[in-house]
């Protein structure tokens, strides 16, 4: 701290000048100047009043693997970790007190020297008078109360200054960012959750078992399952990457078209992930035989029943049958890996569920295949001959999501169940995890809080999603219509410049269900239908008639929701239409613990 007190001014505004050309490859702007001298007055004055000759102050700290994210100010205070964003502004809103809360947490949950020790946001407008408060968890002041802020921060003893700078940092990844670093052959940040739920055994595992079929000239249909968020696809992608070594030995297919046009424009390659029904199309019913010979697909559980592939494509047989039709055909031995999740169904034809790969291989040359799976669907295989191999560490039980994604999953559970007084119950601990969940009858707020919410953050991601069966929101400005969706480029939607047009960033265009699942945004604006409305004490349902015969449309529109209220990664905002028929579903969601202001509640 001596260091930083006998700089002069000008000396650490040009250190801090070059630090950001070195991260950004720009100047600073005239605006983020102004701002580090607003900074540097009001803690100068208040480390002058104070004690800090142990202490450590490290300025826009760049947290790895982020994308270029970085707090204003990070204090080691003793054994305390001050997270400081400064703000000009007299106005405290809660888009403010969200960023600073959010730096912290991510520090406290993924920076190795960090986890366990108290992590303290301090929100500092240096146009605010008066004494400190609280907005939640985050300390609010101006410059007149940060020293005694920061006295009250203090911790004891000391924390090892280059120990705490170079310790790893490991954030959990969205899947589009670890499928980039897994083929561009960068490694990815060594996540405790995933080591943990021992993702890279599993695929550890899954190449094994194909190396064997391979030296063996054996067939094998291998099952991988797993929670909710427990990491099935980065096995899947791993498993592709690890078989490559530079040619086009193996594959990860998707029937999910929008997370394969996203993938592919992420990867700039269309080689390793591939639409599974124009694969199975493709070769299932010629004498074409793929390159490929370890074929991963993704959802096996979703697979399109015969019905279904008759209608949409005029092939007689399921996907399942198909491409164990297409194994068979492969020179000398296949290894199928089939991912397999649960819930959030959302298209027709994909009910049957995993019976279909028992009755395909029933019908198929059930001898020419070896079977292995997790003890949890034995029982679909368990009259097969040969039996199927049961293999425990076949199944993922770790959601690799942060604790707050787990909750919020429980919580949008109970919202769709109807039990709303069980879901306030929970609510609260997404809150104190920093994971807000807001709602509202304004858009135009709703579009206000999340731009300020990632002001200055280099590569945020927060865009309008929106069910394909609301029928009210085009008279709103929000256009889910067929017609508006199916146009959408839906790669730029999510991997372009914030300020590109066709970026999820612009919030001119919904996507649907059919279009975000398996894919996920920091926050998504999720504009509530007339499709879903409350009445009384019950939600009542008004999905969307569909040519293909269904057994339980409202459980589709039921897992619609599902999917579109678990896509944020920062926090939920959902917008309520001002229309007098959904008055009693915005009561209803506030009753569920929804917040319903973006000002702080002092």
């Known amino acids: 701290m001596a260091a930083f007190m006998q700089l002069r001014h000008e000396d650490w505004d040009a250190e801090l000048r070059g630090h950001c050309v070195a991260l950004t490859g720009e100047a600073p702007s005239t605006s983020q100047t102004d701002a580090w001298r607003g900074e540097h007055r009001a803690l100068s004055n208040a480390f002058a009043e104070m004690d800090v000759d142990e202490w ?112 790893p940092y490991a954030p959990l990844p969205s899947l ?27 695929v550890a595992l899954v190449d094994r078992l194909t190396t064997e079929a391979k030296r063996c000239e054996l067939r094998r249909l291998i099952f991988v399952t797993g929670v909710p968020g427990a990491g099935k696809t980065l096995v899947g992608l791993r498993a592709v990457y690890e078989r490559t070594e530079g040619k086009a030995g193996s594959t990860f297919l998707s ?112 001898d020419e295949w070896e079977v292995f799976c997790p003890p949890s ?23 690799l999501r942060s604790r707050q994604a787990e909750k919020l999953a429980d919580w949008v559970d109970l919202v769709i169940a109807g039990r709303l007084g069980d879901a306030e119950a929970i609510v609260e601990t997404l809150h104190e995890a920093d994971f807000p969940v807001y709602i509202t009858r304004e858009l135009g707020a709703a579009k206000d809080y999340v731009r300020d919410r990632y002001d200055r953050e280099p590569d945020p991601r927060y865009g309008l999603v929106a069910t394909s069966h609301a029928r009210n929101l085009e008279r709103h400005g929000v256009n889910n219509s067929w017609f508006a969706t199916s146009r959408i480029n839906i790669a730029k939607w999510f991997n372009a410049s914030p300020d590109d047009p066709k970026s999820c960033c612009a919030l001119t265009q919904p996507i649907t269900e059919f279009q975000c699942q398996g894919l996920e945004v920091d926050l998504p604006i999720i504009c509530w239908g007339d499709d879903f409305v409350w009445r009384g004490d019950a939600w009542v349902l008004k999905p969307r008639k569909r040519r ?45 613990g929804a917040v319903s202001s973006f000002m702080p509640d002092w």
């Open 176 to 202: 589009v960012s670890a499928a980039r670093r897994i083929f561009q052959h960068e490694p990815l940040p060594h996540v405790r959750r995933a080591v943990a739920a021992h993702i890279p055994e599993t």
């Open 255 to 366: 029937g999910n078209g929008p997370l394969v046009k996203v993938l592919q424009d992420a990867l700039h390659s269309t080689v390793f992930v591939r639409d599974l029904h124009r694969f199975v199309s493709s070769y299932g019913q010629t004498d074409r035989i793929p390159q490929q010979q370890l074929i991963v697909f993704d959802e096996a559980q979703r697979a399109w029943d015969s019905g279904y592939m008759f209608q949409q494509r005029g092939i007689p047989h399921s996907e399942p049958e198909l491409l164990l039709t297409i194994g068979e055909r492969l020179p000398g031995w296949a290894s199928l890996v089939g991912l397999v999740g649960t819930g959030q169904s959302i298209y027709s034809g994909e009910e049957g569920g995993m019976p279909l790969w028992r009755d395909a291989l029933s019908r198929a040359h059930a």
């Open 56 to 167: 450590n102050v490290v300025f826009e700290f760049e947290l790895p693997f982020e994308g270029g994210r970085r707090p204003d100010v990070v204090l080691l205070a003793g054994e305390t970790i001050v997270v400081l964003e400064f703000k000009s502004t007299p106005l405290i809103d809660a888009s403010q007190v969200d960023q600073v809360a959010a730096y912290a947490r991510d520090l406290r949950e993924y920076h190795e020297a960090s986890h366990w020790r108290a992590v303290i946001p301090v929100l500092v407008s240096t146009a605010l008078a008066g004494p400190a408060r609280t907005a939640r968890d985050v300390i609010v002041c101006g410059p007149e109360a940060l020293a005694t802020t920061l006295e009250e921060c203090r911790g004891r003893g000391v924390i090892d200054f280059d120990e705490w700078l170079h310790a």
């Open 548 to 592: 293909y015969t269904i057994e339980d449309p409202d459980e589709l529109l039921r897992n619609a929701y599902r999917v579109l209220l678990t896509r944020g990664r920062d926090g939920v905002v959902i917008w309520v239409p001002p229309d007098a028929e959904l008055d009693e579903t915005a009561e209803a969601i506030a009753l569920a």
């Open 377 to 399: 669907i034995e029982k679909y295989f368990a009259d097969l001959e040969p039996e199927p191999r049961s293999v425990p560490e076949l199944e993922l039980r770790v959601p």
